[in-house]
């Protein structure tokens, strides 16, 4: 299996535009994660979901993130507007249980000039 | 809401020296205990994990060991190698079961 596939690597982007992040999970597993890793905070979950259906978004910072799931082999993490703090690296993981370590992928570091 | 404390932040070892990091959890709940490894540019990968009903568990030249009674776990790395040079998160995990990750330990290994 390649692992957890995450695109785009790196994205620069100008503040107020739209950023999509892009995730394929190892197939099977039916639980997938997405993290935002930074200096201040670590490793921060936002959101996961099970078999496709999001459980816990608490961790989102606001209404300008979005995340969706509408197949068990893609999902996105949406950020409109963006804005220069969400600058960050983007991790998307999965695991075959929740009790199980997770796969991350090799993240997105996201640029917001 | 689970609280893990991880120490040094930064370990600087000779090469064949051994190197340990140490974790502390709040939540009595928790058991379950993974670490990750992170290379430069690269996602967390998982070394290791113990879970609540063992003390310590060994994997070559890595072992882990927990004290439920204390709350602390701690990662040990044997015979050193400059590869073994990254950033290592604890973590622990409870009722939810979504892991509470420590703030890293940034290793460096010395040739």
């Known amino acids: 299996d390649a692992g957890v596939i995450q695109s785009p690597r790196h994205e620069v982007t100008e503040m107020g535009q739209e950023v999509t992040l892009r995730c394929k999970p190892i197939?099977?597993?039916?639980?997938l994660f997405w993290y935002r890793q930074t200096m201040m905070r670590g490793l921060e979950l936002l959101i996961y979901f099970n078999n496709n259906v999001p459980i816990d978004d608490s961790g989102m910072p606001e209404d300008r993130f979005s995340a969706k799931m509408p197949n068990a082999s893609f999902s996105t993490l949406k950020i409109q507007p963006s804005e220069p703090r969400d600058s960050a690296v983007y991790f998307c993981?999965?695991?075959?249980?929740?009790?199980?370590?997770?796969?991350f992928g090799s993240g997105t570091r996201l640029t917001v000039v | 809401g689970e609280n893990v404390e991880q120490h040094p932040s930064t370990l600087s070892v000779q090469e064949g020296d051994s190197a340990v990091i140490k974790c502390t959890y709040s939540?009595?709940?928790?058991?379950?205990f993974p670490w990750y490894k992170q290379e430069l540019g690269k996602g967390p990968q998982l070394i290791i994990d113990?879970?609540?009903?063992?003390g310590e568990k060994k994997d070559q030249r890595i072992a882990v060991t927990l004290n439920k009674t204390a709350k602390h776990f701690s990662l040990h790395i044997t015979e050193t190698q400059p590869e073994d040079s990254a950033v290592y998160f604890c973590a622990a995990a409870g009722g939810s079961y979504i892991p509470t990750f420590g703030r890293g330990t940034s290793l460096i290994v010395h040739p």
């Open positions: 993981a999965s695991s075959l249980k929740l009790t199980d370590g997770y796969t």
């Open positions: 197939s099977g597993h039916d639980y």
């Open positions: 113990i879970r609540s009903n063992v």
């Open positions: 939540d009595s709940a928790s058991n379950y």
